[in-house]
């Protein structure tokens, strides 16, 4: 057993042209290997519990007759019979096999719990270097089902495939050795009909189940992106009177999963019925098999009972097969829609040297072309920008003029296909992306709240924060006064997306996080967008004390605020066109009249 693990971690095991369904058994192997000592004790303790069972039908089968037969042999046969010792060996066979039954469901349950924890882990960690541009052609709904459902079915790996498997086969050989005592041909023949019945009827149940297991696993999944889409968009599809549709969608999709698990029910009945069935079969060739070696004093009258009892025993080892067959097919399209995405290769290669040391972490732009996958032109197209640290630049542009982009870039979320992007005189593709990150910070109309407490969401950003300064960064974003009015403080649970929280307060959430994360850059990507107009002008007021200190991109659609920057880019299809300090732009009257807001801004300004 341990060579086949060696196999399966070794870098070329499953890379071997053995076949997908071998190949993504092995990779799983690879994968639960930190864990094999548990799942191996899991093991153990299930055939413990198969053999003491099979040890105690077989003895107390023994015992009994054997008691009978002394007591038809009058007293003085009664006084010469030992009774301790046999019931001895009963009691130790049924008290092993309650501790080994106890200890197997909690090994088992243990090694099942690290198991889920190693492949989620795992599976996040494949799915972080995609996002977001490796992640474009997979809807949110599906990688949730991925991420939970499909890997809660490859836990069917190892407790209906492995384990099984395993325990059959080593107490097959066991159970057969012991009955090789008595007699070969019965220790061959217990074989054949617990290697026949273990192989052929799980085979059979396989094949029943392998098309209803997959397409499960496909219905299944496609039934959670329909949940979770209308859940995301339940107020434009009740505005637009579109439940009715996704309602049907919905139980379309249900009635085909009801009917694939009442196909799954009838072959699980059918693979009951069936070892129930060789099971009956096996005890009466058996027992035919050993009456005349009764007959002829090879075995004593009280081994036919023994013989029996155990061979109804012994069907345990694989009585849980054709249940686990029968779900191979699910768990491989489980596996398969794992893998396939955690094979997805990088949208870019990710620097893989030392980051480079930056002193000063200015921003130098030239002729920088930048293309998203599939687009038929360029969102920045040569684009040449110039920030130094420390000063405030605003990017003025509307919708689709490549604003967002520039923030894809700096992040490393996109990569550009020409000219340079330079960072403290490095460029960004030198940088491994998680280190370039740390240089900014982010507050946007679309910063992210967890279903999850205020001091989680806060965590995000500095996960050693104390909790003092939880309080100052609150404080700082004006949040504080808030978070103590509530009962549970920091615990308070923002709901899902920060539904509990006003517009303005889920920002100020952000601004705080901002504050922990204390990055040398702060990007503002339409951190303002729908806001009323008296949040917008208190929250952009909070803003500018986190400006002191740090580099500023203030990226806008809108002149509110612009006023407080140090120069002003106006890009428009992919260019700048346009630069200058806000006050110099009003007065060329340029570029800046084409903006909806121009007229009603100016008062204001002035």
């Known amino acids: 057993m341990m060579h086949f693990w060696r196999l399966a971690e070794s870098t070329q095991g499953w890379r071997q042209p053995i076949g997908g369904t071998m190949r993504d058994l092995y990779r799983l192997l690879k994968l639960f290997g930190p864990f094999k000592f548990w799942m191996l004790g899991g093991a153990f303790l299930a055939l413990l519990t198969i053999l003491s069972n099979f040890g105690l039908l077989a003895l107390s089968g023994w015992f009994l007759a054997s008691a009978a037969l002394a007591g038809l042999g009058g007293y003085a046969t009664m006084n ?3 009774f301790f010792l046999p019931a001895a060996g009963v009691r130790a066979f049924a008290t092993i096999r309650v501790i080994s039954r106890w200890l197997e469901r909690i090994v088992t349950h243990e090694a099942t719990f690290r198991l889920l924890a190693q492949l989620r882990t795992w599976f996040y960690t494949r799915l972080e270097p995609l996002a977001p541009a490796g992640l474009q052609g997979y809807r949110s709904g599906d990688i949730l089902s991925r991420l939970v459902a499909d890997i809660d079915t490859l836990n069917n790996f ?9 325990v059959a086969g080593v107490a097959t050989l066991t159970m057969a050795g ?9 220790a061959i023949a217990l074989f054949l009909f617990l290697a026949g019945t273990g192989l052929l009827l799980p085979l059979l149940t396989e094949r029943l189940g392998a098309r209803s297991g997959a397409e499960m696993t496909g219905i299944q999944s496609d039934y959670r992106v329909q949940v979770v889409d209308g859940m995301q968009g339940m107020a434009e599809l009740l505005t637009y009177n579109a439940g009715p549709e996704i309602l049907r969608r919905t139980g379309t999709l249900n009635d085909a999963l009801l009917r694939r698990q009442a196909s799954m029910a009838q072959i ?3 693979g009951s019925a069936g070892m129930g069935f060789m099971g009956n079969l096996a005890i009466w060739v058996i027992v035919v098999l050993a009456i005349p070696l009764v007959h002829g004093r090879v075995l ?25 067959f029968q779900f191979l097919g699910q768990t491989r399209a489980a596996a398969r829609r794992i893998f396939e995405v955690a094979d997805t290769p990088l949208p870019f290669p990710d620097a893989s040297g030392p980051a480079p040391r930056v002193d000063r972490p200015d921003l130098e732009l030239k002729g920088l072309h930048l293309r998203y996958p599939g687009a038929n032109r360029d969102a920045l197209a040569g684009v040449d920008l110039r920030v130094p640290a420390g000063t405030r630049v605003a990017i003025l542009g509307a919708t689709g003029a490549g604003k967002s982009s520039l923030a894809n870039l700096l992040l490393r979320f996109y990569d550009y296909q020409s000219g340079s992007a330079c960072l403290g005189g490095h460029e960004l593709r030198d940088f491994p992306a998680d280190n370039l990150r740390e240089y900014f910070a982010v507050v946007s109309q679309r910063s992210y709240l967890f279903h999850s407490t205020i ?6 950003a500095k996960g050693e924060a104390e909790e003092d300064e939880l309080w100052a960064a609150l404080a700082t974003a004006q949040l504080a006064e808030f978070v103590r009015s509530q009962p549970q403080g920091l615990d308070t649970i923002v709901g899902e997306g920060g539904v509990k929280l006003s517009g303005g307060q889920g920002r100020r959430v952000a601004i705080a996080r901002a504050i922990l994360k204390d990055a040398p850059w702060l990007i503002l990507d339409e951190p303002t967008e729908g806001l009323d107009p008296v949040t917008e002008m208190e929250f952009l007021k909070d803003l500018r004390q986190i400006m002191e200190g740090r580099t500023v991109l203030y990226i806008t659609h809108r002149l509110v605020g612009l006023e407080h920057m140090d120069c002003v880019h106006i890009l428009d299809e992919g260019r700048i066109v346009e630069s200058g300090t806000f006050g110099e732009l009003l007065q060329r009257d340029g570029q800046l009249s084409h903006f909806a807001t121009f007229r009603q801004a100016i008062p204001e300004i002035r």
């Open 300 to 324: 004593g009258d009280s081994d036919l009972p023994l013989l029996a009892l155990g061979v109804m025993g012994s069907f345990e080892a694989i009585a849980a097969l054709p249940l686990a």
């Open 455 to 460: 001091r989680d969401n806060l965590l995000v």
């Open 178 to 186: 012991v009955f090789a005592f008595f007699s070969w041909r019965l």
């Open 158 to 166: 190892y407790l209906r495939v492995f384990t099984p498997f395993l």
């Open 268 to 270: 699980a009945g059918f």
């Open 80 to 82: 010469l019979y030992n």
